[in-house]
């Protein structure tokens, strides 16, 4: 790994040092409180890594898109509360970004004492990567750690500015998503299976066009499949369907051919009447999807298909639901995944999830501790997956400053 690492450094090179934390607190909210906590949990290991070395931690995140303003139901308080609960009482919110009140703040922090700016897109400059937002943030600190691996694929200000500007690292997660994602791509443990599910199939082009070079078998379900029903002369009713991306499937299914991946497709489907909860449904077999009803979940028989396909697999890699999860009766193809995939870990095989319906299930049934590795980030996972170079690791490839 090429990004120079906060693991790499000792505790008297942080202790009385002020550092910068880009995090990830992206987080749901509900009436006013914290509605998952995962990401705050996976700052934890960072943040303690750094207040028990005696360093003082300005912690940056954004939370949704306000748009370049201020916000009030994107304020970060209540990730400030539900921090200060799993820090034990280490942090303090300063309803400020930038100017006086942040700087008067961050001169009084003692080590070990964390202090969370508000969120960092109720100004401009952060999604345009403005130079002068990124010196204001560096003045706060001497050192910059970029733990926000779900924002790594974005050039901000708080993501790459600042890296421009100070001595600059990996914090623990996002060193442990760099190198399981790497592992997937450089060295998988053979049959390595790819499982990609989820709406669209224009999201996962790329991705199935890299997976394709390094997998034994390529399985494929949500909403997604219905274009490669449709590539096999299959018509698949008032499903979500992209018509224009059909030859994409029909090339990805040659493709496949070609180099001996074992392509598995549903084979049969729960359909509803409605995209609803409480909709008539049914399971159907693929070349019997009727013309007025939508396919909503992978069936049975698939199901039994997909777990014979992943039998052997020892690298799995997982990323988007098998159904339309969010309603709960047709979530039983994304659930039964998640269980399976948890058994094949028992056994032995490196599972790496990332999506976030995905993910849902995986907490939905108390499996997070079962899997070898769960991403904190969506669209990064899968621009890392395809190969892309992320612009908010890429910096910390390229700088060559380092604490003196």
């Known amino acids: 790994m090429a990004a120079r690492l906060l693991s790499s450094l000792a505790s008297d090179q942080l202790e009385g040092r002020r550092v910068l934390v880009r995090a990830d607190l992206n987080v749901p909210l509900r009436d006013g409180t914290v509605a998952d906590d995962t990401r705050i949990r996976a700052s934890i290991p960072t943040l303690d890594l750094l207040t028990g070395a005696g360093a003082s931690v300005i912690l940056l995140s954004h939370l949704g898109r306000p748009g370049g303003a201020v916000d009030p139901d994107f304020s970060l308080a209540p990730v400030a509360d539900r921090l200060e609960e799993l820090a034990q009482g280490r942090v303090a919110f300063v309803p400020a970004t930038v100017g006086p009140e942040v700087q008067e703040r961050v001169a009084s922090l003692e080590p070990g004492e964390i202090l969370l700016l508000e969120n960092t ?61 790497s592992a997937l791509l450089e060295n998988p443990r053979k049959p390595f299976a790819a499982i990609i599910g989820g709406a669209k199939v224009s999201d996962k082009i790329q991705v199935l066009d890299t997976l394709l070079e390094h997998v034994d078998k390529l399985l494929i379900g949500g909403g997604m499949a219905n274009t ?177």
């Open 228 to 404: 490669f029903l449709v590539a096999q002369d299959y018509t698949v009713g008032k499903s979500l369907l992209e018509k224009d991306r059909v030859e994409d499937a029909k090339r990805i299914m040659k493709t496949a051919e070609k180099k001996g991946v074992g392509l598995v497709l549903p084979t049969d489907v729960l359909v509803a009447k409605e995209v609803t909860r409480g909709a008539e449904h049914k399971i159907v077999p693929v070349k019997k999807i009727p013309n007025s009803w939508s396919a909503v979940d992978i069936g049975p028989e698939s199901r039994e298909a997909f777990e014979a396909a992943l039998a052997d697999a020892m690298t799995v890699v997982w990323n988007g639901p098998m159904g339309v999860f969010e309603v709960p009766t047709f979530g039983d193809g994304t659930r039964g995944m998640a269980r399976m995939l948890a058994d094949r870990v028992d056994a032995g095989a490196s599972v790496v999830v990332g999506g976030g319906d995905s993910v849902a299930a995986i907490e939905e049934l108390g499996l997070t501790s079962r899997f070898t590795h769960i991403s904190t980030g969506g669209g990064a996972s899968l621009e890392f997956l395809e190969g892309k170079e992320l612009p908010g690791i890429k910096v910390l490839q390229d700088r060559s400053e380092a604490i003196a």
């Open 121 to 181: 897109r109720f100004l401009p400059g952060e999604t345009a990567n403005d130079p002068e937002l990124a010196a204001a943030w560096a003045g706060l600190g001497q050192v910059f750690v970029n733990d926000a691996f779900g924002t790594a694929h974005r050039a901000h200000a708080s993501t790459v500015g600042v890296a421009e500007i100070l001595p600059a690292y990996a914090g623990l997660l996002m060193e442990r998503e760099i190198r399981n994602l």
